[in-house]
């Protein structure tokens, strides 16, 4: 009996790829019965597929996939990173539709948080981003009510724990004191959910303020809220080692702002 994986790609990354849908949407249109391979319907994600095979989805024959490309766009407060959302307000995704293809977000920033989101077209991408294990440092500047001594911060620096929830060690640091509050640089490599400011009230300090500056390599540098910048090809092969047709043009849009629901 043959125990060699089979050639190709999962169908549902296959369809990740081509901009279908994220991953995990993509399975669910596979179960649902919206995709056929070399014309039967399949009903498990659990398929290999190659570029010889003919998939057709909702009875439209699936697009060759798009080079990998990621693009910095500095989040302003009062976006909330999901695709849709149930209260109704406004989303990334609805501010960027006019300026990218569809695309997906690497991690996320909450509706009060502002400054790097990274975004792209391969839901691989995404995924080997977000995970611990690539060890990426995501840095914030962040602003807290009050005057903070050094030894405040030392536990976050040996990690805290936070409605049971155990937060790995952080990098802090004190900038400067601006009258009632305080600027510090903070470094994580887990981006939990609103970690960083529930971590800050853990030792006792409210963040009224929270700017991701950098996630991992990429760095915001002199985006302004609102605008969106393509990452080069080759930045991109370099620090996801990718093969050289990822070269796409860079593009530096802001799209157009949205008044904002009262």
Do not use: C, H
Not at 136 to 150: A, H, I, M, Q, S
């Amino acid at each position: 009996m043959s125990t060699k994986t089979p050639k190709g790609d999962r169908i549902a990354k296959v369809l990740a790829r081509a901009g279908v849908a994220s991953r995990r949407a993509s399975e669910a249109m596979i179960e649902a019965g919206r995709v056929t391979v070399n014309g039967k319907q399949i009903l498990s994600p659990a398929l290999n597929v190659t570029d010889r095979d003919e998939i057709v989805v909702d009875g439209k024959p699936l697009a060759a996939p798009e080079p990998t490309r990621l693009w910095r766009y500095y989040k302003p407060i009062g976006l909330v990173t999901s695709e849709s959302d149930e209260k109704g307000r406004d989303t990334v995704f609805e501010a960027l539709k006019d300026t990218l293809p569809r695309v997906v977000s690497v991690g996320r920033l909450d509706i009060n948080s502002e400054g790097l989101l990274l975004l792209t077209n391969d839901g691989a991408i995404k995924r080997q981003l977000e995970l611990p294990s690539t060890g990426w440092l995501r840095k914030y500047r962040v602003r807290v009510n009050g005057t903070p001594e050094d030894s405040t911060l030392e536990p976050l620096r040996r990690g805290v724990v936070a409605d049971g929830e155990k937060f790995q060690p952080m990098e802090v640091t004190l900038d400067r004191q601006q009258g009632a509050n305080a600027w510090l640089t903070v470094g994580i490599r887990e981006g939990k959910n609103r970690e960083v400011r529930r971590a800050m009230g853990e030792v006792g300090l409210k963040v009224n303020r929270l700017i991701r500056i950098s996630y991992g390599p990429f760095r915001l540098n002199d985006l302004k809220p609102g605008e969106v910048e393509e990452v080069k090809g080759r930045v991109l092969r370099e620090q996801l080692g990718l093969r050289e047709d990822n070269e796409k043009p860079m593009l530096k849009k802001k799209p157009p702002q949205k008044r904002r629901r009262q």
